[in-house]
């Protein structure tokens, strides 16, 4: 999973990058101070491995990684290619999804490119240049299906049909994600577009440290404009972020008890992350290895086995499978769980749900 920080020059995408990865990224006071992406891999936070390690004395615990691209700033223009727009976009095309930083708090030794806080004409800047993007692939595609589509080719006509209702849509300066598609046939062609304004995006409203618990006015509107085109919104402090990766588990629950924060940012971004992309997690554990596996809700118990080796999914025979809660009832004993009738055999159809721990059978 890779997410694509992006958002205006000097709204704090790299003070919050470096404080969620500790990459120790350049993070100053001047428009594009991020040029080429600065990378960062972080764990996901995950209680549950820490509890079946312990239960298990397991050797090696491995918990499932994000990827965060910490992205140079846009200006107005970057679809024609004003300042570093036309990387900023390359860029963007490779994230799964995008962390849009938004600026909501006021500080007159921080300068904004705008000269005033306006978040929702911030989000504007750049949802347009990602518009104007796309609406020039989307012209393309079209000029290309054309010519398929004149020959009486149904798959053509129906591509034709649905470039040119993005491109409606896109023309009123809405993005591709506001869409919605019935036929799953439809969205996987949509989806094989990669157009920038269709990727899932999380909007981060960063706050002043006086409304870290509570958010203000500005984050308030964010909330409210994420909640029109269905995307995640999260209030954060990229100060106080900064300040928290400084300590240790104990001392950053202290720390964020007294501030009356609930969760860190990266908490929130891995939740947020994992709900917009429609993601659970199912473990594997024993004396060797406690892991997390993250895969798609939905996904079948082969399909599952497949993440951790492609034999285990063209081999399947059956998937030995319990939940999280009840292997820690019985201390972790599978005989306690056998006895209990805790332990299920699933076949092929089984949808894996988010803490099964898993143990897969298959012959190859």
């Known amino acids: 999973m890779k997410l694509g920080i992006v958002g205006l020059p000097n709204v704090g995408k790299s003070t919050l990058f470096n404080a969620i990865t500790k990459a120790g990224a350049e993070a100053a006071n001047y428009p594009f101070c991020t040029i080429e992406p600065n990378v960062g891999v972080v764990t996901v936070p995950d209680a549950r491995l820490k509890v079946l390690t312990d239960l298990y004395k397991a050797k090696k615990t491995i918990y499932t990684t994000i990827e965060f691209y910490d992205i140079a700033g846009l200006v107005k223009g970057a679809s024609r290619g004003e300042g570093l727009g036309n990387k900023f976009l390359g860029h963007i095309r490779e994230a799964t999804a995008i962390v849009h930083v938004v600026r909501c708090f006021e500080d007159p030794n921080v300068v904004h490119v705008d000269g005033r806080i306006d978040p929702l004409s911030d989000i504007d800047t750049i949802n347009t240049e990602l518009i104007l993007s796309d ?53 996987k062609y949509v ?63 202290v720390f964020l008890d007294d501030l009356g924060i609930e969760e860190s940012g990266l908490d929130k971004l891995v939740k947020s992350s994992y709900s917009l992309l ?26 599952a086995a497949g993440k951790i080796h492609t034999d285990f999914e063209r081999g399947f025979i059956r998937a030995e499978t319990i939940t999280y809660d009840q292997l820690v009832e019985c201390g972790g004993n599978l005989s306690t769980a056998r006895e209990k009738g805790w332990i299920r055999s699933e076949g092929k159809e089984y949808v894996v749900q988010d803490g099964d721990v898993m143990h897969f059978l298959f012959n190859v």
């Open 135 to 187: 609406m020039e692939m989307i012209e393309r595609a079209v000029n290309r299906t054309q010519k398929t589509a004149k020959s009486g080719d149904k798959t053509a006509k129906r591509e034709l049909e649905l470039l040119q209702k993005i491109s409606g849509v896109l023309e009123q300066g809405l993005s591709a994600r506001t869409m919605e598609f019935d036929d799953a046939e439809d969205e």
């Open 278 to 303: 429609d993601l659970i997690s199912f473990l594997t554990a024993g004396e060797p290895e406690v892991r997390a596996w993250t895969v798609k809700r939905g996904t079948k118990a082969p399909q």
């Open 191 to 253: 989806r094989s577009l990669n157009l920038l304004s269709y990727k899932p995006v999380i909007y981060v409203a960063n706050v002043g440290e006086e409304d870290a618990a509570s958010g203000n006015e500005f984050s308030e509107k964010v909330r409210e404009f994420a909640a029109t085109e269905g995307s995640e919104e999260i209030t954060i402090c990229a100060g106080i972020e900064s300040e928290i990766a400084e300590l240790d588990d104990e001392e950053k629950q």
